[in-house]
């Protein structure tokens, strides 16, 4: 069975950076996203992140010049650098999976992990 695994998240002040990994196990052959999604206490979980099969990147625009996603689809694994880190950016992050889905919409992906928590002290 797919299963996926975040790591790397903790508390930090604003203003700090972060990278978290995900590693991806048991997914089928063929093409694929593979995103960060987010969920915040009391809100929708929403997309941050994705990196299609061949490598084109996509950015939520809360988060664009700040983060940076990386794909290696030789190691299944998947990286999110965070820098210049918010308040706003508390939540848990997930990584998430989807076969020919609209990568930016976070209510398509059916596959995901445990999450990691990301808290960002003001």
């Known amino acids: 069975q797919m299963q996926l695994v975040e790591s790397g998240g903790g508390l930090v002040q604003p203003g700090d950076s972060l990278t978290l990994s995900c590693v991806a196990s048991?997914?089928?052959?063929?093409?694929?996203?593979m995103a960060w999604l987010r969920q915040a206490p009391g809100k929708e979980r929403e997309f941050v992140s994705g990196v299609t099969w061949i490598g084109r990147k996509y950015y939520a625009d809360s988060v664009k010049g700040r983060f940076t996603a990386a794909r290696d689809n030789g190691r299944n694994t998947l990286s999110l650098e965070m820098n210049s880190l918010k308040p706003d950016d508390t939540a848990v992050y997930y990584c998430?999976?989807?076969?020919?889905?609209?990568?930016?919409?976070?209510?398509?992906?059916?596959?995901w992990g445990q999450g990691t928590q990301v808290t960002v002290s003001s």
């Open positions: 048991g997914l089928a052959f063929g093409n694929y996203a």
């Open positions: 998430a999976v989807c076969y020919n889905c609209p990568i930016q919409t976070a209510e398509e992906y059916d596959h």
